[in-house]
């Protein structure tokens, strides 16, 4: 009697430990006792017994039905298949094609009631068995990542994982990779401080000859994943994401390796935050928040199915609900309108403020901006009275950040007495993970004061030079305002960085904006000439 052979292991781990090759010796052993010639041996490496589509199987599928071997020999039945369902079809279609299976842990088995249901008993525990390694895992990984500890083992560009050894009692942790960091402080510096697009910022590290990790080229995918990480803030997460089952593979690529191929993000409450030590901060705190910001303004000011150019569009919010204003074209006239709103006539309005007219509004703000940038002195006086209500609390600034610096590093040598006394074997990994869990969280408190201290000092030390920032910025303005003419895009370009906000409050509308300068941006308001809403 010809026989197959089918083995299968689920993840890289059992392949480098072998178990492929250990279950192939047994399954050979056996057929050599019992004079059982080989056709075949049919193996998935690395593919999960939650999948019917697997490469090996397909084949042996197709073989039997051409009657190429009269039995196949696996090793348990969860080496076939993990779901139940399963077992029981791949069984059935062999048997309508005169096909025997057997399993190596039960091989007298008989095609009897009693055999089959204690081949679908053992289906039925395969399945249950496999559920129940998820739950653990993910009970575990959770445990470990709320006490503070890294889980998993691919770091973000710019870090390297480096395992843990449980024999020395070392757990996992990153480690930063000098090129790399270069790359990701180069990001965001192009992003934050020379305001270039998400897309500049790939041509440029093409221009520069900077290639990824993985290909030849940058994706804005794949900078877009580098500004929103805040592993290189000093903190990372784990549960950040779901993995889903989904359709959406590559042309071509029939068999998938695991089920869920998908990631979902989840809830930012089911983030489980992990504060990282000093030395792996890659960027400062202030430069990933001023990241999002230009994100999320990015996001706003999106030109993306714009039909009509609107000048201040998305910077535009209702005094009355803070709700945004969209622009929406009426009779052939374009407004700005509260999206707050009901659009539903004549059904109550949410919101009753009223439509202002485009031309007129933008008219004001832009006016207003030319003649804020022609006059910096409107500006610096501002300034001065923000320095004169700051140097209230200036002088004690310095005596803060070094009392801070010195709780930071007490909780540093608590991290490490618990390690000295975990190896010593004086406190249990229970202990030892609920006392790393609460300095942790003390850190994180206080990485986070140090860096308002810090944005304080900082402001402090360069007031001293922004009178004379503000004077070259406007000046320099003021000159391209003259070369723009009645260009929309470069008019757009100016009201697009140097506005924030523009509130319409009854018929009057409040100016926001920010003048950037050496040291952090400098915002301006006003209270602008009335308008006539329409």
Known sequence: MKIAIYARVSTEKQEKEETVNSQIEALRDYAQKNDLPIHQEYVDEGYSGELLDRPALDSLRDDAKK?????????????????????????????????????????????????????????????????????????????????????????????????????????????????EKKVVRLIFSLFVERQLSIRAVTKELALRGIQPQRGNKWA???????????????????????????????????????????????AK?????????????????????????????????????????????GLVKCGECDSPYYGTPCHGRYFYRCGNRDKMFPGPRTCKASMVSAPKLEDVAWNSLCGILRNPRLIIDSVDRLKKRAEKNGPGIEKEIEANEMALKKAGDEEDRLLDAYR????????????????????????????ELCARE???????????????????????????????????????????RVAIENKKVRIKGRIPTRYQPNHFKGDIASISSS
């Open 458 to 500: 900082e402001g402090a030390a360069g007031r001293e030079s922004t009178a004379r920032d503000i004077r070259d910025y406007c000046g320099r303005m003021s000159k391209r305002l003259k070369d723009l003419g009645g260009s929309y895009e470069g008019r757009r370009y100016v009201v697009a960085n140097l506005l924030t």
């Open 269 to 313: 409450k089911d983030w489980i935050a992990i504060a990282l030590p000093d030395h792996l901060k890659i960027i400062d705190r202030a430069v990933f928040d001023a990241a999002q910001k230009q994100l999320k303004r990015n996001a706003e000011l999106s030109p993306r199915n714009v039909k009509h150019e609107y000048l201040l569009r």
């Open 424 to 451: 010593a074997n004086a406190i249990t990994i229970a202990q030892l993970k609920d006392q790393m869990a609460k300095i942790q969280e003390r850190k994180g408190i206080l990485a986070k004061e140090k860096q």
């Open 67 to 179: 009657s190429l071997f009269e039995a196949v020999l696996v090793h348990s039945p969860d080496r076939l298949s993990r779901k139940y369902i399963y077992l029981g079809l791949v069984q059935e279609e062999l048997k309508r094609s005169g096909i025997n299976v057997v399993f190596l842990n039960r091989p007298d088995s008989k095609d009897t009631p009693e055999d089959n249901l204690l081949t679908g008993v053992q289906g039925l525990i395969a399945e249950y068995e496999k559920a129940k390694i998820l739950e653990r895992t993910r009970r575990g990984r959770i445990h470990k990542a709320t006490s503070g500890f890294i889980v998993g083992g691919r770091a973000p560009y710019g870090y390297r994982y480096i395992k843990g050894d449980r024999s020395k009692n070392s757990f996992g942790q990153y480690e930063v990779a000098e090129e």
């Open 220 to 266: 804005k995918s794949s900078v877009h994943r580098i500004l929103v990480n805040e592993t290189y803030a000093g903190v990372t997460h784990y549960n950040k994401h779901l993995s889903i089952e989904t359709d959406n593979h590559k042309v071509g690529s029939k068999y998938r390796r695991i089920k869920n191929t998908g990631r979902r993000l989840r």
